[in-house]
């Protein structure tokens, strides 16, 4: 299993900008299918975002489409979430996850897929 941990969350104003970033530790990062989730207060987590262990495919949740950018750098160990055009609904927390070579296709992966999971950063967007 690979240890994640995420920082680049903050507060920020609606259509604002932010990047997360999640490094993980262990050599074989580039073996690991990486997601963003997030969970906002009172709801269940939802996902967000997948990258393959390549980087050449990526699925995204319709909700974000067109607004959140997934990429990775294996080089670092390090994936990463570009967010704009930020809105209040997307205040959430803000968890990556590692999933050892699940295929990345058009629909969202399970959640039940991501066994290594890091805690989370705050996301809050203001209106």
């Known amino acids: 299993q690979v240890q994640l941990v995420e920082s680049g969350g903050g507060l920020v104003q609606a259509g604002g900008s932010l990047r997360l970033s999640c490094a993980a530790s262990g050599r074989t990062f580039s073996r690991y299918t990486m997601g963003w989730f997030r969970q906002a207060p009172g709801k269940e987590r939802d996902f967000v975002a997948a990258?393959?262990?390549?980087?050449?495919?990526?699925v995204y949740a319709d909700s974000v489409k067109g607004r959140f950018t997934i990429s990775r750098d294996n080089a670092k160990n390090t994936v990463y979430l570009q967010m704009i055009s930020l809105k209040p609904e997307d205040t959430a927390v803000y968890s990556c996850?590692?999933?050892?070579?699940?295929?990345?296709?058009?629909?969202?992966?399970?959640?039940?897929?991501?066994?290594?999971w890091g805690q989370g950063t705050q996301v809050t967007v203001s209106s």
């Open positions: 990258i393959s262990w390549s980087g050449a495919s990526t």
């Open positions: 996850a590692a999933a050892f070579l699940l295929v990345v296709g058009h629909t969202a992966p399970s959640e039940s897929n991501f066994r290594s």
